[in-house]
């Protein structure tokens, strides 16, 4: 019987052991933390978006460049495959706005549980606090794993250690050494998927969340990107879905010394002459009241200090004798919300790790290293990463799928 060792229990090392087994090895996951699948259980927001149920083209249109190296592995084990394992294996899930598939009970240690029933069930030995410290290469064909002083043989290894985000998961990037020691190219290890840092930010500002919010960036003063979504103001910045879609964007621009900024649309639902209306109206049934108390109706009370100083419109002036300019101002800055960015938060605070194994030194049909015989890898740890709505997930379980499914029946 081939005897496969697993490294890391996250997505990918758990369904790679599991379809291991299933496929027919003595399959051993080392994981270093006290349990697998901590990522797991922080993954949307402890809600787990497990996958987007959409095409192919679609989940490869959101990966980066290296995304199409999971073609074959999609071919293999794509969105309908994942879904009736969660559903046969008793968890149900949902689908929300924008394809994003979740548990039904919006629980993602039910999507850890699941997947740990399951790992039993195939018969995979699972064996925590256990930190494999390297692997064991001989005539470049690995034959096991030091952990510690312990030596482990293997005739196959799958390195599923993840990226280096969050490392306080377990995830803390050992597999990049390992892999590179064994003579793999690291595509640099960044972050993707991160808030950004504002110059001069606001500390008031911080926990402020901004639902459907209009994003313009500007990279040298001119208009690149526009997208809509949810914001949340940091103790740095900004983040928040919307903003860490535009993170890897912005991270390439201020990589290259470019300026950049972002631009708020506070109003996105209301064009310019809607709004207007919208503010005549309010100030004249609110005539009486103080500007500060009429812009409660419009803004999150937080924000309001922010935007009596950068209109210079005084709190206490009364709506009734706000003019036609001054509401032309509050309009202007409504509709734009300036902040110049100035750097972004490090690898280990981002959703994703950009960079990682180059995909072109792996095989994409069985994800086999093409440097070293019976070495697999998967997930997090090759250098794809891709936007928020369940993606990155969906390409750990399918490589990890694939991996174990190759590494139990290659010859
Ligand atoms: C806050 C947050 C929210 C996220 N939300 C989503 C989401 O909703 N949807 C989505 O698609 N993606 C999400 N992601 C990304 C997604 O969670 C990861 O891409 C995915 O979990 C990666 O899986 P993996 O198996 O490659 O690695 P990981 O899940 O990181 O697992 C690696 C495992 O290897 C173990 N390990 C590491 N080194 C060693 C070693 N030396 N020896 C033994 N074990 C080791 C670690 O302890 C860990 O258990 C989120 C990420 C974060 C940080």
Not at 204 to 227: H, Q, Y
Not at 395 to 402: P, Q, V, Y
């Amino acid at each position: 019987m081939k005897k496969i060792v697993v490294v890391g229990g996250g997505a990918s090392g758990l369904l790679a052991a599991g379809q291991a087994a299933l496929s027919g090895a003595d399959v051993l996951l080392l994981e270093k933390m006290k349990k697998p699948g901590n990522k797991i259980l922080i993954s949307g927001k402890g809600r787990c978006n497990i996958t987007n149920d959409s095409d192919v083209h679609n989940h490869l249109s959101h990966f980066n460049r290296s995304g199409r190296f999971l073609h074959q592995a999609f071919a293999r084990f794509f969105v309908p495959h994942l879904m009736e394992f969660f559903t046969e294996n008793g968890l149900q899930l949902k689908t929300e706005r924008g394809n994003r598939v979740f548990p039904a009970n919006g629980k993602a240690q039910d999507v850890l549980h699941t997947l740990l029933r399951w790992l039993q069930q195939t018969g995979a030995k699972v064996e925590c606090s256990k930190a494999v410290t390297g692997l064991h290469i001989e005539d470049d064909r690995v034959i096991g794993v030091f952990c510690g002083n312990q030596q482990i043989a293997a005739d196959a290894v799958i390195l599923a250690t993840g990226g280096a985000s969050y490392p306080a998961t377990g995830s803390s990037g050992d597999g990049y050494n390992m892999a590179r020691n064994a003579g793999h190219t690291i595509v640099p290890v960044r972050p993707a998927l991160v808030p950004l840092v504002v110059k001069n930010h606001l500390q008031s500002l911080a926990g402020l969340d901004l639902r459907n919010t209009g994003v313009r960036v500007f990279v040298n003063g001119k208009r690149k990107k526009v997208e809509f979504g949810d914001l949340s103001f940091t103790r740095s910045g900004i983040g928040g879905p919307v903003i860490l879609t535009l993170s890897k964007f912005v991270i390439e621009q201020l990589d290259k010394n470019r300026q950049v900024s972002v631009a708020l649309d506070l109003k996105p639902a209301l064009d310019d002459h809607k709004l207007d209306a919208r503010l005549q109206r309010d100030f004249s049934t609110r005539h009486t009241e103080e500007l500060q108390s009429v812009l409660r109706g419009l803004l999150p009370k937080q924000i309001i200090p922010l935007c009596l100083e950068q209109t210079g419109l005084s709190s206490t002036m009364l709506a009734g004798t706000i003019s036609a300019k001054e509401r032309t101002i509050l309009k202007d800055w409504l509709k734009n919300v300036s902040f110049e960015i100035s750097g972004y938060r490090s690898v280990r605070e981002a959703i994703a790790t950009a960079g990682g194994i180059k995909v072109k030194e792996v095989n994409p049909n069985t994800m086999e290293s093409l440097l070293v015989q019976g070495l697999y890898v998967t997930g997090e740890l090759l250098d794809i990463d891709a936007d928020t709505g369940g993606y990155n997930l969906q390409a750990a379980f399918s490589t990890g799928w694939l991996a174990g499914r190759s590494a139990a029946t290659s010859s």
